[in-house]
């Protein structure tokens, strides 16, 4: 059983176009999270949703949307892409958004040309 | 404002042989301290944490690490290295309370064990 599944696995796409990732999660949590990971590994939080309610914003660009019909889903939407857009992005969840260990996804390798 | 640091981009161990990883942190407050594995093209895994209580925490795979208040450090060992246990390693910080959860990971320590 799948716990975190994103999809895409791989996204190769040119500057300028809109392109989104879906997240679900089957472990009945109630934080979901996004984070986008460097060329250089280096992991840094992008959004996090508790119970569909944006609780983190960390300062990305308002062409990144994310969006959370329920609380097992939490999906990225990105507009206009750059170069500079090209990473890894991971999902993940958590029980709640208070101490515990997070689950993540697989990935999802973003290649913008 | 907190911060984690992983001194050593990559460690070097023979098969068979102890292994430590290095972190350590700042944090206000009391701190929730994470270990996460990488394997190439997967993601993050979940080895262990600390909350609270013994400062001695065991995890996943027979990893274990050391939480010390007064160096701010929480390094990752293990006593007998495996080839397999080759991978990233991150250490994580949990931010204040009101910050949602949001996890802050140090750069990563790239783990090589040789047979």
């Known amino acids: 059983d799948t716990a975190v599944s994103q999809t895409p696995k791989y996204l190769v796409t040119q500057m300028g176009n809109d392109k989104s990732i879906k997240c679900e999660q089957n472990?009945?949590?109630?934080?979901m999270y996004w984070y986008k990971q460097d060329s250089k590994k280096f992991l840094k939080i992008m959004f996090s949703?508790?119970?569909?309610?944006?609780?983190i914003n960390e300062t990305v660009p308002n062409r990144f949307s994310p969006k959370s019909p329920d609380k097992a889903h939490l999906n990225l939407h990105i507009n206009s892409l750059e170069l500079g857009d090209s990473a890894v992005y991971f999902c993940?969840?958590?029980?709640?958004?208070?101490?515990?260990?997070?689950?993540f996804g697989p990935g999802t390798r973003l290649t913008v040309l | 404002a907190q911060s984690v640091a992983q001194p050593e981009d990559q460690v070097n161990v023979a098969e068979g042989n102890p292994l430590t990883v290095k972190c350590t942190y700042s944090v206000s407050g009391n701190p929730y301290l994470f270990w996460y594995v990488q394997y190439p093209n997967r993601g993050l895994q979940f080895l262990l944490k600390?909350?609270?209580?013994?400062?001695l925490v065991k995890g996943s795979y027979g990893f274990e690490a050391e939480f010390n208040k007064s160096q701010t450090s929480f390094h990752l060992k293990k006593p007998s290295a495996l080839v397999s246990d080759s991978a990233l390693y991150f250490c994580?910080?949990?931010?204040?309370?009101?910050?949602?959860?949001?996890?802050?990971f140090g750069q990563g320590t790239e783990l090589s064990v040789k047979p």
């Open positions: 600390y909350i609270t209580g013994d400062n």
């Open positions: 994580a910080v949990r931010a204040l309370y009101n910050q949602g959860g949001k996890l802050i």
């Open positions: 993940a969840s958590s029980r709640s958004s208070s101490g515990n260990e997070q689950f």
């Open positions: 949703y508790n119970n569909k309610e944006l609780i």
């Open positions: 472990l009945g949590h109630d934080t």
